[in-house]
């Protein structure tokens, strides 16, 4: 039987730690849905048609290591509006969910649109301004610069009519502005632990 742990989310609002924890903790495999729209997001800046490169994603794709870039992120953001690219991920993204031996995805629409009968459903969510010095922390440049991308992705995300952010409604948010990762891991390991 399968188990499903959808973990939504902001940008830089540590998803990501959050996820690898804890699909190490309980054996999951673990997929970073962002990932996918950035490799997508990267096609259509080399020129590529936004729905075939969504299409025609392999998994060598998520490799590349420029995905991790602040551009690669609005490039991103911009095909994650697009409802052709968001339906064309659809089905991986869903049998990933099947894994058999349970399964975390990370991103904005797992637990309201891929993953509704997700067993456990996750929002993290942390202030503009601590989320975008984590980044900095990260990628370095300007802050003021980095707090302003992570707004504007924050906007689209949020506004889009399509798969917007937002918690499902039977999530339980996690505020990590005050928490340290360990105590959010923490928390997060708790709930898991309780459903299964
Ligand atoms: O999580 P990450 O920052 O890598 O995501 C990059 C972008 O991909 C997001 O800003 C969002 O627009 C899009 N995305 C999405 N749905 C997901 C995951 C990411 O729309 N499930």
């Not at 629409?109 to 459903?121: F, H, L, R, S, Y």
């Amino acid at each position: 039987m399968s188990f499903t742990v959808a973990i939504d989310g902001p940008a830089a609002a540590g998803k990501g730690t959050l996820s690898k924890a804890v699909s190490k903790h309980f054996g999951f495999a673990h997929l970073d849905t962002g990932l996918l729209y950035r490799a997508v997001g990267a096609k259509v800046a080399e020129g590529q048609d936004p729905f075939r490169a969504a299409e025609e994603l392999v998994p060598e794709d998520l490799l590349r290591p420029d995905l991790r870039t602040l551009g690669a992120g609005q490039a991103a953001s911009r095909v994650a509006a697009l409802p052709s690219v968001r339906v064309a991920l659809v089905d991986f993204q869903r049998r990933f969910a099947l894994a058999a031996e349970g399964a975390v995805l990370d991103g904005r629409d797992i637990g309201t649109v891929i993953c509704p009968q997700a067993e456990v459903k996750l929002f993290v969510t942390a202030s503009a301004e601590v989320r975008a010095h984590r980044r900095w922390l990260e990628v370095g440049g300007d802050e003021a610069q980095v707090l302003a991308e992570v707004r504007e992705r924050d906007e689209r995300d949020m506004n889009r009519a399509d798969a917007p952010l937002r918690p499902a409604p039977d999530a339980h948010l996690l505020d990590t502005s005050e928490l340290s990762i360990d105590e959010v891991v923490a928390q997060a390991i708790d709930l898991i632990a309780a459903k299964r």
